[in-house]
């Protein structure tokens, strides 16, 4: 991880920092441009470190952006600078927001956490029967991660795939262990259009989105036209930044087809933080670690002990003083991405880089900890 030094009297000089943010033409106080500068350095450093054609951020402090910006090229064949409007696909942080969407659901007492999966997908196997959708939110169900499938050109592909695997849909029974599952979470598309009468991306617009003022969230879809979309980039063997191949994700927008900006993800944690979206008790329960202990199935061996706790959607982790914070990460398609919340602190950062590999939760916390004393 970078080396972090928190910035003196942060919280006075954000303050600032988002006054002149909202007044165009004003000269920004000192403690304004310490704060805009010491975030833009470390900027340049993580891009440095990565190697990232660009990174884009935006932090939140008390509840206001603060900052939103970038450094670099958000794609490089036309040199479009990153800024913090730029659009990426944030792959697993898709995640976050259908959390969310479950849990506006369970508060109205529309759907249950103990529901079963299989009774809003009835084309399951019977071997699924036992799946519940809090399984699903903790990574317990024993999906598998993937089924084998490319692309999807209809969503029910995903469950007719599942279908065809019947009892060795699951790798364990639901409960038993942790195992990672994106298509798992795809299926949450079906639950929630069932539960809320509504099309999924109109609810994401209508329910999370537009409350939490994110503007350029959207779903994936190939055929449409995003303003400010960036591209994202892997490096071939001598080391050289390559386009990244085409990926169609289309009907797994729940788990990792969503497009967004570090603007539009530190809104919806600060949304989050607010109670703008969810009740603060459902808040709190959406974000408590649920497992005793988060052990990772291993199919020819013991579980694997892991060191962060699972809430509903979110990872749970502490940082170097101690300090407890929710997150979720994203890479796919070029682009590695991470959303980090610390709701204590009332402290929210989003970070994208266009490269992959990139380690975004220590470039993440690296940025986080100038904020922090």
């Not at 195992?179 to 539960?195: G, H, P």
């Not at 409350?211 to 779903?219: H, I, K, N, Q, S």
């Not at 459902?282 to 670690?289: F, I, S």
């Not at 990460?329 to 959303?339: D, E, Y």
Request: glycine share 10%; charged share 20%.
């Amino acid at each position: 991880m970078l080396p972090s030094r928190p910035i003196v009297g942060w919280r006075s000089a954000c303050a600032v920092a988002a006054c002149v943010a909202m007044a165009p033409g004003v000269s920004a106080q000192p403690g304004a441009d310490r704060a805009q500068g010491a975030i833009l350095d470390r900027l340049g450093e993580i891009r440095r470190a990565s190697g990232a054609p660009g990174i884009t951020a935006a932090v939140a402090v008390d509840g206001e952006i603060i900052f939103s910006g970038g450094t670099g090229w958000a794609e490089l064949e036309n040199q479009a600078p990153a800024s913090g409007a730029t659009v990426h696909n944030v792959a697993s942080i898709s995640k976050v927001m259908t959390a969310v969407a479950v849990m506006q659901l369970v508060e109205q007492g529309t759907l249950s956490l103990e529901g079963r999966l299989r009774v809003y997908l009835p084309a399951l196997p019977e071997s699924v029967a036992g799946v519940t959708l809090r399984q699903v939110l903790l990574h317990t169900s024993g999906l598998r991660s993937s089924y084998g499938l490319t692309s999807i050109g209809r969503f029910a592909e995903l469950i007719e795939a599942i279908a065809r695997a019947g009892p060795n849909a699951l790798r364990f029974t639901p409960g038993a262990f942790w195992a990672y599952s994106s298509d798992a979470f795809n299926l949450l598309q079906a639950v929630i259009e069932t539960a809320s009468g509504i099309d999924f991306e109109l609810y994401m617009r209508t329910r999370v989105w537009e409350p939490a003022e994110m503007p350029r969230t959207a779903f994936d879809v190939p055929s449409r036209i995003v303003p400010r979309r960036g591209r994202g980039y892997e490096r071939d063997e001598a080391g050289n930044r390559v386009n990244i191949a085409f990926r169609d994700l289309r009907h797994r927008y729940a788990g990792f087809g969503m497009l967004s900006t570090a603007g539009d993800l530190a809104r919806l944690g600060v949304a989050i933080n607010r109670g703008a979206l969810l009740k603060r008790s459902t808040v709190a329960q959406m974000h408590r670690a649920q497992l005793d202990s988060v052990k990772e199935f291993v199919a020819d061996g013991a579980p694997r002990p892991l060191d962060f706790g699972q809430a509903l959607g979110w990872r749970v982790d502490t940082d170097v003083a101690g300090r407890r914070y929710v997150n979720h990460t994203g890479a796919i398609k070029g682009v590695g991405s991470i959303l980090i919340n610390y709701p204590d602190e009332d402290l929210v950062v989003a970070l994208i880089a266009n490269i992959q590999p990139f380690d975004a939760r220590a470039h993440g916390q690296a940025l986080a900890q100038l904020f922090l004393q």
